[in-house]
């Protein structure tokens, strides 16, 4: 059967408004970090990345934050639309780790308002 | 923008039975793909790791003789999930590494929806 699984926190805003969806990572080695876009039934679609030698960088109507000292990540979306609605993931990554692969944080639902 | 497509995008069956799940990269040569899995309401859990032409890394907790993983060439990694019971129902997700390009260049598939009876 299925499994019981964490409650997705849930960011309801306004059709216009900005939205700003955070996330806390644990890995102090992290070099890259993305986040991604998952509509319902869907794979996870890339948005935007981040180095760590960066702490921001811009996309079209997206910003991504990182701040190292506290290790967290967040990002903005200007002007939300109703297409923006979605579970956001971010997740990381350590050119030093073996097997060179992303761990995915726990989501975050969007819910645009119209 | 590179592509990397699943089949099938949705699977029924009974318990017991196996099922095979195709990744294949259409516009690229993939290196390494991924396969995930993930349950409803949860972030996407990393099961193997797959290189063309050697065997798969699988992640802590996941049993390689249930999940076949074959990495046959650099368009295609196929996951059989081996007698299936309905606690593997889930969603399963590959990813692409393509080659000779940066390891930020992960590509996603659209996923498969597995639910066993």
């Known amino acids: 059967g299925e499994s019981v699984g964490l409650h997705l926190p849930t960011l309801s805003v306004q059709e216009g408004d900005n939205s700003i969806i955070n996330c806390a990572y644990s890995?102090?080695?992290?070099?890259?970090f993305i986040w991604y876009k998952q509509e319902s039934g869907k794979g996870p679609q890339f948005i935007i990345d981040i180095r760590s030698n960066m702490d921001k960088r811009q996309g079209q109507r997206v910003t991504v934050l990182l701040n190292k000292t506290v290790k967290h990540l967040s990002l903005q979306i200007a002007a939300t639309q109703p297409g923006d609605s979605a579970v956001y993931f971010c997740a990381e990554n350590s050119l030093r780790a073996a097997g060179n692969k992303l761990t995915f944080g726990g989501g975050t639902r969007v819910l645009v308002k119209p | 923008g590179a592509v990397v497509s699943q089949h099938p995008s949705r699977v029924i069956c009974k318990s017991g039975t196996s099922v095979k799940i195709e990744c294949r990269s259409l516009?690229?040569?993939?290196?390494?793909m991924f396969w995930y899995r993930q349950f409803p309401k949860q972030s996407l859990m990393l099961m193997a790791t797959s290189n063309e032409g050697s065997k798969a890394t699988y992640e802590q907790g996941v049993e390689k003789d249930k999940f076949l993983i074959n990495h046959a060439s650099l368009t295609l990694s196929t996951l059989t999930v081996t007698s299936a019971h309905p606690e593997d129902s889930s969603f399963y997700i590959c990813?692409?590494?393509?080659?000779?390009?940066?390891?930020?260049?992960?590509?996603f598939g659209p996923g498969t929806r597995l639910l066993v009876l």
């Open positions: 990813s692409a590494r393509e080659r000779g390009r940066g390891f930020s260049t992960q590509y």
């Open positions: 890995n102090s080695a992290s070099d890259y």
């Open positions: 516009d690229f040569q993939a290196t390494t």
